[in-house]
């Protein structure tokens, strides 16, 4: 016991220096009179908030109800395997990538409008319609609800697909049936109740990114005025000192609303009324027969529109409004993406460093840490997902001057090891902690050391959870903009930071190009994670954990 206290101790210093250095050098700029007055008096500072508020709100309540009614329309049954087998290539598109594929859908020149304008429209010209960039933010709620579904239905598969609670939900939902109530009121009931509350970190996240998105805001959010993370960030780019000071208190500001607004739906949630009024059921009624939908397809719908909005983007040569399909086709954008080399190499490196990295500390943290500690300690893991990103980069900015290792690989790896850190552990710790403790004795009892035991029964059996949280941190690290911009000091590009740079300009397959390969690069690991994850004949070198695990069983 006292070694693991001392792997432990290690790995919460690991973790904790930089975790806290960044939440230092952020506090350093709170303290600012005059720029939290010329916060206060910028004419663009309370409509910012508003927007910022309408759009975040809205987002996360609309994900939340579509993703719960996805919930409770496929699980358990055979809907439920293959909605989360396309969780996977879901959540390997980057957010950025998302947003740049709907703008080629829903814009006045994008592909929507074209399939309907002989027959419906009649446009001989993009009309001056503010489907993009609308100044109420709908087209920013639109493209976060889409992400954000698919994040908290695996954030609910982690818990679902544990066999001991998978089957313990599907006996008490056929109890909660046979006493009478339907479905969705048995869900309401039973189940939901207690998978909300397994679910408080992922929801605090999606409420927190909803309301502090940037690389989504600068491609498809409001401009005039813009939200205020994407204020704040903008005010943090400028070369005046005072400005910087501006955008600083901006970001403190919007930290303030993301914990008031946490807060108040927290305390909403525990009132007893409204837990009542959640929880009452529709009794009497007959149970119907409903055919199985697969919703999948539903799902996936949208996914695959904006990606095939993409792939033809990025060959489009000239193509004429209102034609549906290009007039000619080129690769000269792929040509431009394929001798980006330094691009490339650093956007494999930076991802393959940081999810591996990640996924020792988390391994290590979930095997040999106690379990007080891992539950004192889980506020600083989740710490990069409940703060806004800009205050988040502000602090690892301060961190990196101050260490050395601002504009270096190593330091914009630290960034995207932290970001990826908490995704990681969401991933892999149901999986990890639900692990049958009977394989670990009966493996003592064979004379095998722990090392043993871990290197021929537990890893191999975890395989596919392992492989799953290396391919979210892969994702995660990818999908990384502001880090690797502020981090970075603009020498280090990745894939994501040319996609969102090219997306206010006016070289779009060349735009496309780049989203279409941010989601390219994870879905090829998310396919060779699967593939290793299937099971497979034990080798001769796994023979024993085999006789363990048969032990076991019998």
């Known amino acids: 016991m006292t070694n693991a206290r001392a792997v432990a101790l290690v790995l919460l210093l690991l973790l904790a220096l ?3 250095g960044s939440a230092w050098g952020a506090m ?3 303290w600012s009179p005059s720029a939290w007055q010329d916060l206060l008096t910028d004419p663009q500072t309370l409509s910012a908030l508003g927007l910022t508020l309408w759009t975040g709100l809205l987002a996360s309540a609309l994900a939340l109800l579509i993703s719960a009614w996805l919930l409770s329309h496929t699980f358990p049954g055979p809907g439920w395997p293959p909605l989360v087998r396309v969780l996977s290539p879901l959540l390997a598109l980057p957010h950025a990538a998302f947003a740049i594929g709907l703008v080629f859908l829903i ?3 994008g592909w929507l409008l074209r399939a309907l304008s002989p027959w419906a429209s009649g446009f001989e010209a993009p009309p001056a319609w503010s489907t993009t960039q609308d100044p109420w933010g709908l087209g920013l709620v639109l493209v976060l609800v889409a992400k954000e579904v698919p994040f908290l ?3 609910a598969a982690t818990q679902l697909q544990r066999p001991d609670v998978a089957q313990r939900c599907a006996r008490e939902l056929q109890i909660a049936r046979s006493l009478g109530y339907t479905r969705s009121a048995a869900w309401r009931c039973v189940l939901w109740p207690q998978l909300v509350a397994r679910l408080r970190w992922p929801l605090l996240a999606v409420l927190m990114f909803s309301l502090s998105v940037v690389d989504m805001a600068l491609v498809i959010g409001p401009t005039s005025p813009p939200t205020l993370s994407v204020l704040a960030w903008q005010w943090l780019q400028d070369a005046d000192p005072a400005r910087n000071a501006q955008g600083a208190a901006a970001a403190w500001l919007l930290t303030a609303v993301v914990a008031l607004a946490a807060t108040l739906i927290w305390w909403l949630a525990n009132i007893q009324h409204w837990r009542t009024r959640l929880t009452q059921g529709l009794r009497g009624k007959p149970l119907r027969h409903r055919h199985e939908v697969t919703w999948r397809y539903a799902l996936l719908l949208p996914y695959l529109a904006v990606m095939l909005a993409l792939g033809v983007g990025s060959v489009a040569g000239i193509w004429s409004f209102p034609k549906l399909w ?3 086709l080129t690769l000269q954008a792929w040509q431009t993406v394929a001798s980006s080399r330094n691009t490339l190499t650093s956007t494999l490196t930076l991802a ?8 020792c500390w988390v391994v290590a ?5 106690p379990k007080r500690w891992q539950a004192a300690m889980q506020r600083l893991v989740f710490l990069p997902l409940v703060l806004p990103p800009v205050l988040w980069v502000l602090g690892l900015h301060k961190l990196a001057l101050q260490t050395g290792l601002d504009a270096s690989w190593a330091g914009v790896t630290l960034a995207h090891t932290l970001a990826a850190v908490p995704y990681v552990l969401i991933a892999l710790s149901p999986s990890y902690t639900g692990f049958d403790p009977r394989l670990r004795q009966l493996s003592a009892t064979l004379g095998h050391a722990r090392l043993v035991f871990l290197w021929r029964v537990k890893w191999p059996l975890l395989r596919a959870a392992l492989a799953c949280a290396f391919a979210i941190g892969f ?3 990818v999908a990384q903009y502001l880090p690797t911009l502020f981090v970075g000091a603009g020498r280090i590009t990745t894939v994501t930071t040319e996609a969102v740079t090219l997306a206010g300009g006016a070289q779009r397959t060349l735009t496309a190009a780049y989203a279409w390969l941010q989601w390219l690069l994870p879905v090829l690991v998310f396919a060779l994670t699967a593939w290793l994850g299937q099971p497979r004949r034990y080798t001769r070198s796994q023979k024993n954990g085999a006789e363990i695990t048969n032990s076991c069983n019998s």
Do not use: G, I, Q
């Open 365 to 369: 943290w979930l095997e040999w840490a």
């Open 28 to 30: 350093l700029t709170l």
């Open 475 to 477: 994702a995660v690290s």
């Open 352 to 359: 393959l460093a940081s999810a591996l990295v990640a996924l």
């Open 326 to 328: 290009p007039e000619t």
């Open 107 to 109: 814009s006045p020149s």
């Open 153 to 155: 239905l695996w954030a």
């Open 18 to 20: 930089p975790m806290l």
